[in-house]
């Protein structure tokens, strides 16, 4: 199969074609999913490069693109979403992020394999399909079992290291054409898998259409993405970035795919990305999976939620403003007592809010990060210069930003010898943090209580 043609204007969907005869400034702020036009704002964010568009040395002087950050919410179907400002083939087909540098990201993809082949009893007859398969992080533990996969990866330097652990990757785009392909090649899905690629999506209806033609008859479709219903809740708003076109609810989510003949039949709550849902679909006619009493569940919770209030929704902004405002007061406070500050983790979600606060090395004066492809580097935006995590023992910051993770526990060994304490600074912690009091939760700093950052594993880790 020729993947050349199945980039069409280079979405993830593979499909160039539009429906009607729509002016395209109409288009472009119409529902991506419901065709409803979009005229309320979830938050606003401002102008932001790229959020995996590293810097290298010689291009510091460069003109760099930055794109509105305005994020919406349709009050139809309640799809929160950015327009896309930038072809995904312009993101995707290089890609910075390795999913293999990060420890417990391996230890969920592996538990996720070994739980896949016992509850499915997948076989050497079987085939497990990953969409958005990076670099074969997740389908090697399949193939460790002996269950037959096939990666599907846009971006060819991240596909290249999935071939060399030899997991077969077809490196393309993919979409209603990219399915009918594969079809076409006896290909049909047992288990197709959408890890965190629903977000990546502008042709939601093509990409599910694609899904639905790929699985096989009684195959199930497992897909992970952010809980929009967290994000609220814990004013994530850092984990908003234009890599990210979607933002998704459960009660959304299930829409969409019925919208393209498919039923979700169960869905899990995870901890992954600041909370998360692994949602389990099959084809509506399927009737040999019962629908759990977990989706009725989620779906009434969200509406306690305020999930169906468009109100909810538009009051999003001013946590993020004030949020924006407690870090930059805090920041100045510390710089102006002489204190030095680094930034643990060089992550999109980072960046996003590094932009936003208007923060670079004359708050912060480098970041470390454990993925080599950024070493050497400079955030794009802010272009704060990133290191080997090493250099945290060598230079003894008073404070570290912990960009990647929440509120922290435990300690690490990268950060022994660190004067001073951490800086939380997933938006999350600025909300709530179950452990502490109400007071210092309020706090923008948390004192770890000795002159080490105690900093928890999964947080010392590259993540998406």
Known sequence: ?????????????????????????????????????????????????????????????????????????????????????????????????????????????????????????????????????????????????????????????????????????????????????????????????????????????????????????????????????????????????????????????????????????????LSTHGGSLRIYARHSDDTSKPVSARIDDLRAREMKAGLARLDSYTSFGEHAQEAKRELLTFLIDVKRSGKRVAAYGAPGKGNTLLNYCGIRTDFVDYAVDRNPYKQGKFLPGTHIPIYHPDRIKQTRPDYLLILPGRAVRGSHPLCEGVLGNQIPLRSSYWNSNKAASDDESSAILRRSGNATARIRREHLETHD
């Not at 990219?178 to 502008?202: E, M």
């Not at 694609?210 to 008859?217: D, E, H, N, R, W």
């Not at 019925?258 to 039923?263: E, K, M, R, V």
């Open 1 to 269: 199969m020729d993947s050349q043609t199945l980039d069409g204007r280079g979405d993830l969907s593979g499909d160039s074609s539009t429906e009607g005869d729509l002016d395209p400034q109409q288009e472009r702020q119409s529902c991506r999913f419901c065709g409803f036009m979009l005229k309320d704002t979830f938050v606003d964010l401002g102008m932001s490069p790229l959020c995996e568009s590293f810097i290298n040395v010689h291009e510091l002087n460069r003109m760099e693109r930055f794109y509105p950050l305005h994020v919406q919410v349709c009050s139809n179907c309640f799809l929160v979403q950015v327009q896309e400002y930038v072809s995904p083939a312009e993101i995707f087909t290089t890609y910075a992020y390795f999913s293999s540098y990060s420890d417990t990201w391996l230890a969920h993809a592996k538990d996720y394999a070994d739980r896949r082949v016992d509850q499915l009893r997948l076989d050497t007859n079987s085939l497990v399909v990953e969409i958005a398969s990076n670099d074969g992080y997740l389908l090697q533990y399949f193939i460790q079992r002996h269950i037959p996969v096939l990666g599907i990866e846009p971006a060819a330097n991240v596909a290249a290291a999935a071939l060399r652990k030899g997991v077969p990757t077809l490196v393309s785009f993919f979409g209603r054409q990219a399915a009918l392909a594969l079809v076409a090649d006896g290909k049909r899905a047992d288990l197709l898998i959408a890890n965190n690629v629903l977000a990546h999506v502008p042709d939601l209806n093509g990409f599910v259409a694609g899904m639905k033609i790929l699985l096989s008859p009684r195959g199930v479709i497992t897909a992970e993405f952010p809980h929009l219903m967290c994000l609220m809740a814990e004013r994530q708003f850092d984990t908003i970035y234009h890599e990210h076109f979607s933002y998704f609810s459960f009660s959304t989510a299930e829409r969409i795919l019925a919208a393209n003949g498919l039923t979700c039949f169960d869905v899990e709550e």
